[in-house]
């Protein structure tokens, strides 16, 4: 009894622990159940979001290609009109040029009948007019009892008679031009035998002299193989003469101011010591700077010794130059002060105004100072009036300045003042000597028809004008044309100028390759 009720109570309460566990699990599968329905309205929530998501990005999209495409479509119907437009404009023009070209033939045709019916016209005036010149032919044989050809022979005698007359008259003028020419060229052949000797008269105004302390600087000056007188002679323009003459060195040119130049770079050269083509370069151009600027000290204490104001700097610079130019052998600059003083004292004399009158004097000759901007062929005194003009100088200066050799016509008191002292001053015995200005001019001439050639870098006329020594550039000029610039240039001499014997022209080419160590 006892096992059996122990037993009744084990399965009693196993089937209770079995209700229990069956009313949790039953509780647990609802609780289950209502997570899973919750994740699955979770989840049908996101998936509608996410769908409006995408149907709203692929909306915005298509928008935006159809926003593109519509671009696109503009663009090409833009491109189709202007395509349509040219097309028209190309139409319109076609039928315009067909309309001329119509207009244009059918003025042609007028043309052409016109002309046709004229040239019609012309030929029967032509047959009216042989016609008629035949009965007039008649009718003057009728009247004069002659025939034509009897009436062509008499007029034949008549025109042999009067052409021997006029020939007589011809002949004997040819020959009175002949005996001027041939004086004038008497004189010609007697003015080139003087410039022969053209050096010798004129050695004070084209020879310096460069004194040495020894003769032992001449192989320096010299250098290695005449390299360093090579140098200085391409640098300057000055031909220089090293000989025999104890402690002295000459230096030869027409042009004063490269002389000075030469002269002035060989001191200072002998005084540093180096000599060499590179310092000799450099101390010449230091030179020409040094003279530029000596030139401008010289113009202003002239003006201020003349009493002279509110002179243009450029005619101030022209002023200095006129030192280193001469007129006729007369130095050009103490020419002009002696002008300037004569007209300042002739004007007081007369009442005019002297400072003027001093001032036109000072300037009347400015139009000898070289300039490359202006044509060698204009007369000096024109070439000065118009320096004075640009640079502001008074209408009675101008005008005296180009009247003092009758070019321009004379419009105030102060230009025969000038051109009276300018012969004054001009006139004094020794003062002038044409043979040397002729002499320089030629010299000058030679050295302008070098530089009218192209690759000219510079041109010196040497030997008394009997070698021209031209420097080219080497990028420009070649050796093959090197040779042939000197033979043209050699032609345009012995062509364009007058000269005595012959004249050398030596072409010089070299080319230089420079590096700077650092």
């Known amino acids: 009894m006892l096992v059996g009720a122990v037993l009744v109570g084990l399965l009693v309460g196993f089937a209770v622990a079995k209700i229990m566990e069956k009313g949790k699990a039953s509780k647990t599968l609802a609780?289950?159940?209502?997570?899973?329905?919750?994740?699955?309205k979770e989840a049908k929530k996101e998936g509608e979001n996410i769908k409006k998501d995408k149907i709203f990005q692929a909306k915005e999209k298509f928008l935006e290609l159809k926003a593109e495409h519509e671009k696109v479509i503009i663009g090409k119907d833009k491109k189709i009109a202007e395509a349509e437009k040219r097309t028209r404009d190309k139409e319109s023009q076609v039928s315009n040029e067909l309309a001329k070209n119509k207009k244009l033939n059918e003025q042609l045709q007028q043309q052409i009948k016109e002309v046709s019916y004229k040239s019609e016209i012309l030929d029967k005036k032509h047959s009216e007019a042989e016609k008629l010149h035949k009965?007039?032919?008649?009718?003057?044989?009728?009247?004069?009892?002659?025939?034509?050809?009897?009436?062509?022979?008499?007029?034949?005698?008549?025109?042999?008679?009067?052409?021997?007359?006029?020939?007589?008259?011809?002949?004997?003028s040819t020959l009175e031009e002949a005996k001027l020419t041939a004086q004038q060229e008497a004189r010609k052949i007697v003015v080139n035998t003087i410039q022969r000797i053209g050096t010798e008269e004129a050695i004070e105004n084209c020879v310096s002299v460069f004194n040495l302390e020894s003769d032992d600087v001449k192989g320096r000056i010299i250098g290695r193989e005449g390299r360093n007188i090579r140098a200085l002679e391409s640098a300057t323009g000055v031909e220089?003469?090293?000989?025999?003459?104890?402690?002295?060195?000459?230096?030869?040119?027409?042009?004063s101011v490269r002389r000075e130049v030469a002269r002035l770079s060989l001191h200072r050269l002998v005084t540093d010591g180096r000599i060499h083509p590179a310092r000799i370069e450099e101390i010449v151009k230091k030179t020409e700077k040094q003279i530029?600027?000596?030139?401008?000290?010289?113009?202003?204490?002239?003006?201020?010794?003349?009493?002279?104001?509110?002179?243009?700097?450029?005619?101030?610079?022209?002023?200095?130059?006129?030192?280193?130019?001469?007129?006729?052998?007369?130095?050009?600059?103490?020419?002009?002060?002696?002008?300037?003083?004569?007209?300042?004292?002739?004007?007081?004399?007369?009442?005019?105004?002297?400072?003027?009158?001093?001032?036109?004097?000072?300037?009347?000759?400015?139009?000898?100072?070289?300039?490359?901007?202006?044509?060698?062929?204009?007369?000096?005194?024109?070439?000065?009036?118009?320096?004075?003009?640009?640079?502001?100088?008074?209408?009675?200066?101008?005008?005296?300045?180009?009247?003092?050799?009758?070019?321009?016509?004379?419009?105030?008191l102060i230009s025969p003042i000038v051109q009276v002292c300018d012969a004054i001053s001009g006139a004094r015995p020794g003062a002038r000597r044409q043979v040397l200005d002729s002499y320089i001019q030629r010299l000058k001439d030679l050295e302008e028809i070098a530089f009218g050639f192209n690759g000219v870098q510079k041109a010196y006329a040497i030997q008394a004008g009997r070698?021209?020594?031209?420097?080219?550039?080497?990028?420009?000029?070649?050796?093959?044309?090197?040779?042939?610039?000197?033979?043209?240039?050699?032609?345009?001499?012995?062509?364009?100028?007058?000269?005595p014997g012959q004249v050398k022209v030596t072409v010089i080419r070299e080319t230089r390759s420079v590096n700077v160590a650092k």
Request: one cysteine or more; glycine letters at 6%; hydrophobic letters at 40%.
């Open 31 to 40: 609780h289950a159940k209502k997570e899973a329905t919750d994740v699955i």
């Open 135 to 172: 009965s007039q032919v008649q009718q003057l044989e009728v009247i004069s009892g002659l025939s034509a050809e009897d009436a062509k022979s008499q007029l034949l005698e008549s025109l042999k008679e009067t052409a021997k007359t006029d020939a007589m008259a011809y002949l004997q």
């Open 240 to 255: 220089i003469i090293v000989d025999d003459t104890p402690e002295a060195i000459i230096l030869s040119c027409f042009d």
């Open 292 to 412: 530029n600027e000596e030139i401008i000290e010289i113009g202003k204490r002239t003006v201020i010794d003349l009493g002279i104001h509110g002179l243009h700097p450029e005619l101030i610079k022209a002023v200095g130059r006129m030192k280193y130019r001469s007129s006729y052998g007369q130095n050009l600059l103490q020419h002009s002060r002696e002008v300037a003083k004569l007209c300042g004292v002739m004007a007081a004399e007369l009442g005019l105004n002297p400072k003027l009158a001093k001032r036109a004097g000072l300037l009347h000759d400015i139009g000898k100072v070289p300039n490359a901007e202006v044509e060698v062929e204009t007369p000096h005194a024109i070439l000065g009036m118009q320096w004075a003009q640009k640079y502001g100088e008074k209408k009675e200066v101008c005008n005296a300045i180009g009247a003092h050799h009758d070019e321009v016509e004379m419009t105030t």
């Open 467 to 499: 070698e021209l020594r031209v420097i080219v550039e080497s990028e420009k000029v070649s050796d093959d044309k090197a040779a042939e610039l000197s033979f043209e240039i050699s032609q345009k001499i012995q062509t364009d100028m007058t000269y």
